[in-house]
Structure formats: C-alpha cells, structure tokens
C-alpha cells in the first residue's frame, strides 16, 4: 500500500520537473533572440504550413468540433543557398505570403521579424 503514494510522489515530481526545464529553455530561448542582431537575407518563400491545434481529447471532439487555434510556419530558402529556415508567423503575416515570393527576410535569432516582397 506504501508503494502507490511513492510512486505518486515520483510521478508528480517527475512532470514538475519537466514542465520547469521547458519553461527555462522557452526563457533562455526569448532571451537570446533578444539581444541577437536583426539579420536580413534575400529568400525566396518555399512553403506554408497551417497546423490545427487540437487542445480536446477524442471523446470531446466527437460531440463538439474542434477549435479555431492554428499554428502557422514558413519557411524561407536563401537566394544565394544554405540551409532552409523556418519560422513561426501569426496568422496576418503568414497570409501576406506567397509561395514563390522572393524578397528580404528580417529575423532575430530564430524569432520572425517580418518579410518584405521584390516589388
């Protein structure tokens, strides 16, 4: 009978650890974009991606539809090579695109700071 409050405990303090290491990395990661310098490279826009968030267990989903929360990425190919880079955008920056757009891409560390097409 001990055993189950041990394991318990064990459990808890395992996700309590988890969720603090992840809330550290997501502070380490605001900061370093912070102070990184805003780059600017030619690219070309090479894909969209639109990803539902599903936030409901399956039961849930089948009495009531899933919500409206979606994620959006780009991703951008450099005119001059090198690796793909992507991005995470909200929903009013992530429409403004075009696959196949070529123009300047404005970033601080792996933080969107915005896209500005060739005329």
Do not use: C, W
């Amino acid at each position: 009978m001990s055993k189950m409050p041990l394991f318990f405990v064990i459990v808890v303090a395992i996700i309590v650890i988890a969720a603090s290491f992840r809330f550290v990395q997501q502070r380490r990661e605001k900061a370093s974009n912070d102070v990184a310098p805003l780059l600017q490279k030619r690219v070309v826009v090479s894909n969209k991606r639109e990803k539902p968030l599903n936030d409901r267990r399956s039961r849930q989903q089948q009495t009531a539809p899933a919500g409206t929360s979606v994620r959006y990425e780009a991703s951008f190919k450099p005119e001059t090579g090198g690796l793909e880079m992507t991005f995470r955008l909200d929903a009013q920056q992530y429409h403004q695109l075009t696959v196949g757009d070529r123009g300047t891409l404005s970033y601080k560390g792996s933080r969107f700071e915005g896209f500005e097409p060739e005329r």
